[in-house]
């Protein structure tokens, strides 16, 4: 199985802040990536895949970047509804692994 | 709109079958364009990919629930289901349906999420 690791695992930011969280990949997974924002007691919900590419309704201060078996999601500026569990996920191959996700709090 | 819609008994006894329906609606099952998923979230834990199904009924399972595991679909009611057998207190969860696309370079996505379902399995 290839085994994704987020770091870090969580974050106190502030509303404004820029945000940085990295995803690797235990092997490369060429941009088999997907990212999703989980909000407490809510299913998750997708916001990058391919990357880079924003899945519908996606807000522009979210971005995705990396190649191979490293990957980062930035959220340039930090909304209040931002606070959230962050996932990452490889399709590169199956079993279709996720990261332990990275908990953005309110600082 | 696509919605995905997950059903079935909150508590199921150990060693028994847990037994879930992920009922669609605004995208057909039958569509070559998707797979169909289930994903499930022990309390408190991260998410764990448990498997899919493609319309031609071709599937593919977690090496961990492999043994125990089965997807299908209900064309006639666009509906796919689980069913996990021999179940013991690790499988307590929340289970979640989703479809399964891609953006035609290989790489597949979960779009489009049902709201999950907690599954306890409890004596």
């Known amino acids: 199985d290839i085994q994704m690791t987020q770091s870090p695992s969580s974050l106190s930011a502030s509303v404004g802040d820029r945000v940085t969280i990295t995803c690797r990949a235990s092997?490369?997974?060429?941009?088999?990536l997907n990212w999703y924002q989980q909000k407490q007691g809510k299913a998750p919900k997708l916001l990058i895949y391919g990357v880079s590419s924003f899945h519908s309704g996606v807000p522009s201060r979210f971005s995705g970047s990396g190649s191979g078996t490293d990957f980062t999601l930035t959220i340039s500026s930090l909304h209040p509804e931002d606070f959230a569990i962050y996932y990452c996920?490889?399709?590169?191959?199956?079993?279709?692994?996720f990261g332990q996700g990275t908990k953005v709090e309110i600082k | 709109q696509v919605q995905l819609q997950e059903s079935g008994p909150g508590l199921v006894k150990p060693s028994q079958t847990l037994s879930l329906i992920c009922t669609v609606s605004?995208?057909?099952?039958?569509?070559?364009?998707?797979?169909w998923s289930w994903i499930r979230q022990h309390p408190g834990k991260g998410l764990e990919w448990i498997g899919y199904i493609y319309y031609s009924g071709s599937t593919s399972y977690n090496p961990s629930l492999k043994s125990r595991l089965s997807i299908s679909l209900d064309t006639s009611n666009n509906q796919f289901s689980l069913k996990l057998t021999s179940v013991t207190a690790a499988d307590t969860a929340v289970y979640y349906c989703?479809?399964?696309?891609?953006?035609?370079?290989?790489?597949?996505?979960?779009?489009?999420w049902g709201q999950g379902t907690l599954v306890t399995v409890s004596s």
């Open positions: 989703a479809r399964d696309s891609d953006d035609y370079t290989g790489n597949y996505y979960l779009d489009y």
């Open positions: 605004g995208a057909s099952i039958t569509s070559d364009a998707y797979y």
């Open positions: 996920q490889q399709s590169y191959s199956s079993p279709r692994t």
């Open positions: 092997q490369s997974i060429s941009n088999y």
